[in-house]
């Protein structure tokens, strides 16, 4: 796979806007944990080797355990392995990474709405995109495993 253009030189005022989401998002409310179970997740959705490599690798510096990380893509199935909390995170991340088949459900919505305040789903969401966009710049520029794209 060959990379095809070196998007901080092509764009640098949209990689600019793109940290200042991350900016942002490195002062919400919600977990590190949560956090980079959206990243990780969205990525495994949108086949990013990419954004998998270096956010499982920050998950675990970060304390989360190896078989949480292996067992993140069957999360629905992992018993009581992923809390209440971040099963509500995770129904956000696929449903809105996979927007194109129903959007964020009113179920989804509302079993959030149980853990969460409108701010903090808000967050989520935010975090969502983030990693979405960031998904599709990667495969879009075919950025190999290990190149900064900053």
Not at 19 to 37: H, Q, V
Request: proline share 1%; hydrophobic share 45%.
């Amino acid at each position: 796979m060959q990379k095809r253009l070196n998007f901080k030189t092509a764009s640098p005022e949209a990689l600019k806007a793109m940290i200042g989401l991350e900016t942002y998002l490195s002062k919400i409310s919600i977990s590190r944990t949560a956090k980079e179970l959206i990243k990780i997740r969205a990525s495994q959705i949108n086949g990013c080797a990419y954004c998998i490599n270096i956010h499982t690798q920050d998950a675990v510096k970060n304390g989360e355990t190896n078989q949480r990380i292996f067992l993140l893509s069957a999360w629905r199935e992992a018993g009581d392995i992923f809390t209440e909390e971040e099963k509500a995170v995770l129904a956000i991340t696929e449903e809105i990474t996979l927007i194109h088949q129903n959007g964020l459900s009113d179920q989804t919505y509302a079993g959030a709405l149980q853990f969460f305040s409108e701010t903090q789903i808000a967050d989520i969401i935010t975090a969502v995109i983030t990693i979405n966009l960031w998904n599709r710049v990667v495969l879009s520029t075919r950025l190999p495993i290990g190149q900064s794209l900053a």
